[in-house]
């Protein structure tokens, strides 16, 4: 298939306007996964994320009208929309300190890497885990650029228009929230020698 | 280049490793280890970060979630089926929607006039009687007096739509085509209401006061202000023995102009 036969999201979005189920299946499962991984980043709770997803997606089934293209892409509307049901769910630090009681759960295993070298396998999980808590531990309006601009490599535009702020404000806002994540990370690597414990994998991380 | 700034660009350095230090941060950081460490830290934190995006990049909704959005597309689809998208303002549903309720009312008291015209009264006032002579000319409401009322509008400064007329009709210009009404009130010309070349002589009919909202007097053609658009003006709506209104105009019962 070449390139210009591939329809754009605004195509499918008009065409699944116009009853077409396809559309709508070709629309979803091209921006789903994004969606999903952008509520799981802000929630840290894979059931959240699935009914933000549904959430989603019903919005958009039900009022696609609202979509306006001279405000943004698409995409950037859907994480907009996420984001919203990601704050009404929890609100802004309810979630958070909930996870934080919740250390001893078992790290996500969704999209492990099987490696050869378990104890590096094992490392770089902890890292990851510290890595994770950490976003998790800050603040809703540090964590949403953390997770839009780092973890979903969004440009400040874009960033911008899914947070309905300014660009300076999303540029100052990711700078202040790595120094925080950084300064949190850096903490934990100090406060804890024990190398297996989760400020290890943060000392790891920051090494 | 001090701290401050080396902390911005350490940032946005961390967050490009292919971005190279200029040589002032270069130097800077070979002067300041809290700055070099700084710079070490948010170069391992892009490490996680992007260790955690690679470790979550398969993850997606269970399929269950297509299976009933699919459903609830259908199911929307069905009930609602959308054939065009055109995301309309909405100032303008907001007008539409006034126009359409201007056009509702009229309907409704010509429906209403036209059951109440089996059994016709003779015409009362000066208007009514006009009415029933059937030319265009006869449509327009005769002369009051002339001159002696300062609070009668100039018919030319309202059908016009021009800017001047308080000022003119306050200071007593002569009137020329406009009623007087008890209650001080004050009618301005009659203004077609055009449909098309298939109306039956106006050879009798009735006349209609209500109330209608300033944008769907616009709509009509009369020249008032649609700052305010759902603000409402008293009118009189001319009907003709088919129900449908032929003419209208604005009353005034304030002495102040529609166009304010």
Redesign the interface.
């Known amino acids: 298939m070449k390139i210009s036969q591939i329809p754009g999201d605004e195509d499918l979005l008009r065409m699944m306007m116009a009853g077409d189920e396809d559309a709508f299946a070709t629309l979803y499962r091209r921006r789903q996964g994004a969606i999903y991984r952008f509520a799981l980043h802000m929630s840290g709770s894979p059931e959240v994320a699935e009914d933000v997803t549904q959430e989603v997606f019903m919005t958009l089934i039900g009022d696609a009208g609202r979509y306006d293209p001279a405000r943004g892409s698409l995409a950037s509307y859907l994480y907009g929309i996420a984001r919203n049901h990601v704050l009404r769910r929890h609100g802004a630090d309810r979630y958070y300190v909930q996870l934080l009681d919740d250390q001893d759960d078992e790290p996500p295993t969704v999209g492990a890497v099987a490696r050869e070298d378990p104890f590096a396998d094992l490392a770089r999980n902890e890292v990851i885990e510290a890595v994770r808590r950490g976003v998790l531990a800050l603040p809703t309006h540090y964590r949403e650029v953390i997770v839009l601009c780092d973890l979903h490599e969004m440009n400040y535009a874009d960033a911008a228009a899914v947070l309905g702020c300014a660009l300076g404000t999303v540029r100052s806002r990711l700078h202040r929230a790595r120094k925080v994540l950084a300064e949190k990370l850096r903490a934990a690597a100090d406060s804890e020698p024990e190398p297996a414990s989760e400020t290890g994998a943060a000392a790891r991380c920051l090494a | 280049m001090n701290c401050k700034r080396f ?2 660009a350490a ?1 946005e350095l ?2 490009d490793p292919s971005v190279e230090l200029e040589e002032q941060a270069r130097a800077h950081r070979q002067s300041c280890p809290e700055c070099a460490a ?1 710079l ?3 170069r ?6 992007r ?12 399929p269950r ?2 299976v ?3 459903a ?3 199911k ?2 069905t009930i609602s ?7 309309a303002p909405a100032k303008f549903r907001f007008r539409l929607a006034f126009a359409a309720a201007a056009v509702v009312m009229i309907a409704a008291a010509a429906f209403y006039v036209r059951e109440r015209f089996a059994n016709p009264a003779p015409p009362a006032s000066p208007t009514e009687a006009v009415v029933q002579d059937g030319s265009r000319s006869d449509v327009e409401p005769p002369l009051g007096d002339k001159g002696k009322d300062q609070n009668v509008f100039p018919a030319q400064t309202l059908s016009s739509g021009g800017a001047h007329s308080k000022a003119s009709h306050r200071a007593g210009h002569p009137r020329e085509n406009g009623t007087r009404f008890e209650n001080s009130e004050v009618g301005m010309d009659f203004v077609p209401v055009i449909y098309g070349s298939d109306l039956t002589p106006l050879e009798g009919g009735q006349i209609l006061r209500v109330r209608l909202s300033r944008s769907a007097l616009a709509s009509l053609g009369l020249p008032v202000n649609v700052e305010h658009p759902d603000e409402t003006l008293m009118a009189d709506v001319m009907l003709g023995e088919d129900g449908l209104a032929r003419s209208i105009r604005l009353i005034d019962s304030k002495g102040e102009s529609p166009q304010d």
């Open positions: 902390e911005i940032i961390a967050r700084a070490a830290d948010q391992s934190l892009t490490s996680g970060l260790a955690l995006n690679w470790n979550t990049r398969s993850a997606s909704a269970p979630v297509e009933e959005l699919r609830a597309f259908r929307a689809a089926p959308v054939t065009s998208w055109t995301p």
